[in-house]
């Protein structure tokens, strides 16, 4: 798909991958709408022509309103980019049920009342949905956002089945360890320090944009960035038993001395 000229609508895009995704189909030539929580934060990420709006995407009606608002303005969506999400660090048996709704609220509620309330607004197109490797392969120290996140995956690929023929299409984006501030607005407890340490094999949200633009341009069904995350996708269906006891291990605490 070209991307020049292009509608696109963007949540969660007030900063991290959002916010790179906006400066990357920008340079593209797309006509923006975003939407984040933060309206300081839009404000400073928009440029001249950018339509931005400041809005809770779990609150009653914020998706109608994303769509009506990007209509009235531009006239049509071409892509829809579902990118707002939050985890959750509670082991399944310990997580408080109100912080679980939240969480699937915002990434598979919201995701989906959004893509209802756009498509039928969208003759052709592209629907994006922003999961997760976990999403593919689930990460004992946050099973539940896991969960939300796979949720989300059969979303996106029985919507590509419902929807051939029809000029639109989907794309899965599974994200591995990106430098955002994912910790500090998910719920729950703090990550395991092994998964924090390794925070410097991350990569930067402005490459993870630029994969989703390439995908969107080559027209991908699935986008593993990096793809390196392939490989543990294939591992994980492969030997399971071995990649879930290297998950535990980087589970576990450090004993104290």
């Known amino acids: 798909m070209k991307i020049a000229d292009k509608v696109v609508l963007i949540t969660g895009a007030s900063d991290g991958i959002g916010a790179a995704c906006a400066s990357v189909f920008r340079a593209k030539g797309a006509r923006l709408s975003l939407c984040g929580r933060s309206e300081h934060k839009l404000s400073s990420i928009a440029a001249p022509g950018d339509l931005t709006i400041s809005a809770d995407l779990a609150a009653p009606g914020t998706p109608q309103l994303l769509v009506n608002r ?15 999400g939050t985890g959750i660090y509670w082991p399944a048996s310990q997580s408080p049920l109100s912080e679980t ?38 990460l004992p120290w946050m099973p539940l956002y896991s969960a939300s996140k796979a949720a989300l995956h059969a979303i996106t690929e029985g919507l590509r089945m419902e929807l051939a023929g029809s000029g639109v299409r989907t794309m899965l984006v599974c994200p591995g360890y990106v430098l955002t ?25 402005e490459r993870c944009a630029r994969d989703i633009v390439s995908g969107v341009e080559r027209d991908a069904r699935v986008v593993m960035s990096p793809r390196s995350g392939w490989l543990l996708d294939a591992l994980h269906h492969l030997m399971p ?17």
């Open 70 to 84: 990007t209509l009235e303005r531009f006239g049509r969506i071409d892509i829809l980019i579902s990118n707002a």
């Open 101 to 138: 709704r939240v969480m699937f609220e915002v990434n598979v509620f919201a995701p989906l009342a959004l893509i209802q309330a756009a498509l039928p607004h969208m003759r052709t197109g592209l629907i994006v949905n922003v999961g997760s490797i976990a999403g593919r392969v689930t």
């Open 181 to 205: 501030d994912f910790h500090a607005h998910s719920l729950g407890l703090s990550p395991p320090p092994k998964v924090v340490a390794a925070k410097r094999f991350a990569i930067t949200p």
């Open 241 to 257: 038993r071995a990649v879930e006891a290297v998950l535990i291990t980087r589970n576990q605490s450090p004993k104290p001395i």
